[in-house]
């Protein structure tokens, strides 16, 4: 959620060859979804009807939980809240950026309940808070640390997960200045040892969390399925995210960051995913434009979710409890069915269309630099002695 805000309010206006290509690498990569204009009505996809699971049997939720511990403790202390996730048999996340005591107690409370909860592994926020190719050494001691924490307290845990995002903190941190901003997007370019690295360091991790016997999921943006498709790192390089998987592979599919493609999103990279989360119920004090999910919108992501998955994350809690989501699911009738329009679903594999594209154009610019050096260079070399031969010889003129 943090970083597709920061992402939508950092413009940089870049001029000249850098700018250019920081547009390519990153504008249009990762923003593209926020501002696309809205769907055309002059569609051929036909209307797509949508139900839950076979049988009307519900999903798995998980709710994510980011709250400090003061806030989540006031969360869970709220009528009825407790009883709800037990009827739910949901589970949560838990982000785990503060490891300390009052962290293990809530911990111990869920436990005690018999709440599911995954591990979220986060870093402290001074470190960057999210998982990604730039603090593999961090998140290593990050999970020995949490372990022995664990240990120590005797705390239960149904998996880890790892939630991989961009380094959005060294875009904002460059923000002010175009010149090393655009210099290190074209360093990152070409750091294709650093992405392998980086992926050769996550699965030391996971093995290692695997020998403590827990199971792990990891959390990606969509945008890393079209990369897969295209065979190539740039996401990985440019915004330091990480090609890797655990036990299970969850896409972050969020409607609410772009309300006009409705569930489009959800079917469109649906058929790709182990599993996915949608959201955000929340929304964003400081932006307008990330609006919470309503109840319908909830409810309509939730069941075409169910169509491919039978575990769905939940961003987050503390939105549902705000919004009285939690007795509205309990009761949730998962056999009904909800319509994708036609034109949310041709506007979502037109953005995929893009994605794609986007990412082989910015794979390719070496190659395109040089037919260009060399279409430049032959067409020099073509002009140069016509040129000789229009240019009369001296004492000839007139």
Excluded at 76 to 82: A, E, N, P, R
Excluded at 269 to 282: D, F, R
Aim: hydrophobic share 45%; glycine share 8%; proline share 5%.
């Amino acid at each position: 959620m943090a970083v597709m805000e920061a992402l939508l309010k950092l413009y940089i206006p870049l001029r000249g060859a850098a700018g250019i290509g920081c547009v390519i690498l990153l504008a249009i990569l990762l923003a593209e979804v926020l501002v696309l204009s809205a769907p055309s009505d002059n569609t051929r996809t036909k209307n797509v009807q949508v139900s839950g699971g076979a049988g009307g049997i519900a999903p798995t939720l998980v709710f994510a939980v980011d709250q400090s511990t003061p806030q989540l403790t006031s969360l869970l202390s709220q009528t009825g809240v407790m009883a709800d996730l037990k009827e739910l048999k949901a589970g949560i996340a838990l982000s785990l950026p503060d490891i300390d005591t009052g962290r293990a107690q809530i911990v111990e409370q869920l436990n005690k309940a018999g709440i599911p909860l995954t591990a979220w592994l986060a870093l402290p926020g001074e470190e960057g808070y999210y998982l990604n190719n730039g603090n593999e050494p961090e998140a290593a001691a990050r999970f020995a640390e949490f372990e022995r924490w664990t240990v120590e307290n005797r705390l239960h845990w149904a998996a880890i997960g790892l939630d991989i995002e961009p380094q959005i903190q060294d875009f904002t941190a460059l923000g002010n200045n175009k010149l090393r901003f655009a210099a290190t997007l074209v360093g990152r370019y070409f750091e294709f040892d650093r992405a392998r690295r980086a992926r050769e360091s996550y699965a030391a991790l996971i093995r290692e969390i695997h020998s403590h016997g827990y199971a792990v999921e990891t959390y990606q943006f969509p945008f890393i399925a079209d990369e897969r498709k295209m065979h190539t790192t740039l996401l990985e390089r440019l915004a330091g995210i990480v090609d890797v998987r655990g036990d299970k592979e969850v896409l972050m599919l969020y409607s609410s960051f772009n309300p006009k493609i409705d569930s489009g999103l959800i079917w469109a990279y649906g058929p790709e995913a182990q599993a996915i989360a949608v959201g955000s119920t929340m929304g964003s004090d400081s932006d307008r434009r990330f609006v919470p999910l309503s109840w319908e919108d909830l409810s309509r992501d939730l069941l075409v979710a169910h169509h491919f998955s039978e575990t769905i994350g939940v961003y987050n809690l503390e939105g549902c409890i705000r919004q009285g989501f939690l007795p509205r699911l309990v009761s949730m009738d998962w056999r009904r069915e909800v319509n994708i329009p036609p034109q949310f679903i041709d506007y979502a594999a037109q953005f995929r269309k893009r994605v794609e594209t986007a990412i082989w154009i910015g794979s390719h610019l070496p190659h395109f630099a040089l037919i260009a050096i060399i279409t430049i260079g032959a067409g020099i070399a073509w002009w140069r002695p016509r040129r000789r031969k229009m240019v009369p010889p001296a004492g000839k003129i007139g």
